[in-house]
């Protein structure tokens, strides 16, 4: 039931602080598949693709996806200046952040054991506006290089219309939490016993990148460059 | 620019009702990528696998993955009767549903016109806990084979001890939008002209089913059942 335990990231010198929970970031229900440490975290961070924004509005949870970034110890997030998501959380209002990674269904002999191999990040905090013209665009390359990785030498830089339209919010990941589910099913012992004769076990889920589709209006000889291979 | 319209699940009589949108469910950045046809919404959340709840706990937003199952125009919940995320949800507090799928990743001539391919639905409401037990058990049929279809009738179904740890919510799908972005990049016309030697395109994303992998205690030579083929 334990995943492989990830190394440092290359070129990390000191150790990494323990995920330490905060009455929010304490995982409450299946409190045995959290886990504490932060490389773990980081790696599930840099895997994924886009990430669930919530934010409260009128009293309400929104949750829209979005895209991010992670540079050390600091999510980057984006959107419009106008995005009503965004303008709370450029506001100081508490925000969460989750990604999850779905990596299987666990097919159990009863129902009531069907479950999810998953790995999820949660980080709880308020959002610090990112105002200097260097951590903006710092952000903005995390952010790119998240879902794109080799593209933002590729493309060309924003210029100052483009990035006076897109705000750009840094999120502290101190309170954060990870949670993994991995492993077989949890059948009880009696069902194991009992129903020798019915399968049971996990079918993975797999993220896989499809064929390159050029834009239309690329012209034909253009190669694909050599991020995208 | 548009994706396939989907055609109204077999079975339906009477034409769907169009989303209606809230204020709250109204899509104000990127209105054009905002979809009313019903059936396309079923077609998203019938899609996938799992979805985020947003919840409100002491005024922050805290956002988890979660399986759920459609009945109709009924979004099924489950989980323990002593989680805190569905206690709030159960109890009228107000909760949202966002069921993302990444069709694939927008590489543009500009960073700022990189973007993702993706559906997503998003659900407004109050939850309704489910007593009644025959529709319990609809609820929870509709959850597992949401994931796992055919596996219902495959695993022995939910004892009353299970019944009585597990609580059903139900979210109706009145307050809801259908956000969509497909097709190529949409560069500016002064970048197209001007990288005419620039790669521009759509990196697809697809999620895909690994092999099944059995559990250690079950006896070799038991087949893989029918509804896993």
Known sequence: MTVVSTAPPAGTLAPLSALSPTPRSTIRRGAGRARTDRSELYAVLDEGSICHLGVVVDGAPVVLPTVYGRV??????HGSTGARSLRGAAAGEPI????????????????????????????????????????????????????????WDHARSPNRKELAATAVLALDLTES????????????EDDVRDRPGVWAGVVPVHTVAGEPQPCPTVPSGVPLPAHLH
């Not at 050390?72 to 997030?77: N, S």
């Not at 990040?121 to 105002?131: F, I, L």
Request: charged share 20%; net charge negative.
């Open 96 to 151: 969460s952040v989750t990604v999850t990674l779905v990596d299987g269904v666990v097919h159990a002999r009863s129902v009531f054991h069907f479950s999810m191999n998953y790995r999820c990040a949660v980080v709880h905090g308020v959002a610090r506006p990112v105002t200097d013209p260097d951590e903006r665009l710092l952000g903005l390359r995390a952010i790119v290089e998240q879902v794109a990785p080799g593209a």
């Open 72 to 77: 050390d110890d600091t999510l980057y997030l």
């Open 177 to 188: 939490s990870l949670k993994v589910r991995s492993g077989p099913p949890g059948d009880d």
